[in-house]
């Protein structure tokens, strides 16, 4: 079983910035595929960034690309989600989610573990 907790979160101005992190536990991190998603209320769950296992290779959803960038420490079990230029728009609950058997986590169904939330708030 792996845990993944999240924390960065917190109220940020618009134009500001936040790096988000994931800190994976039990099980080799290098193996799994990882991604943040983001939940805004009233809305469904949506797809925002997404690394390969080795961190060679990301894919971001439209509207974060050039703003937000996903990066990975396999040493030391952690996935990272630095956001820049925030607007009102990105405030929602960020969630790190795995896999172990795809090169990507692109679709909620996809993940095989999820991490409990972290909150993300842009006022403008």
């Known amino acids: 079983q792996v845990q993944l907790v999240e924390s960065g979160g917190g109220l940020v101005q618009a134009g500001g910035s936040l790096r988000l992190s994931c800190a994976a536990s039990?099980?080799?991190?290098?193996?799994?595929?990882a991604g943040w998603f983001r939940q805004a209320p009233g809305k469904e769950r949506e797809f925002v960034a997404t690394?390969?296992?080795?961190?060679?290779?990301?894919y971001y959803r439209d509207s974060v690309k050039g703003r937000f960038t996903i990066s990975r420490d396999n040493a030391k079990n952690t996935v990272y989600l630095q956001m820049n230029s925030l607007k009102p728009e990105d405030t929602a609950v960020y969630y790190c989610?795995?896999?172990?058997?795809?090169?990507?986590?692109?679709?909620?169904?996809?993940?095989?573990?999820w991490g409990q939330g972290t909150q993300v708030t842009v006022s403008s």
């Open positions: 039990g099980r080799t991190f290098s193996s799994l595929a």
């Open positions: 989610a795995a896999q172990s058997s795809g090169w990507y986590v692109a679709l909620s169904a996809q993940a095989d573990y």
């Open positions: 690394i390969t296992k080795s961190g060679d290779s990301t």
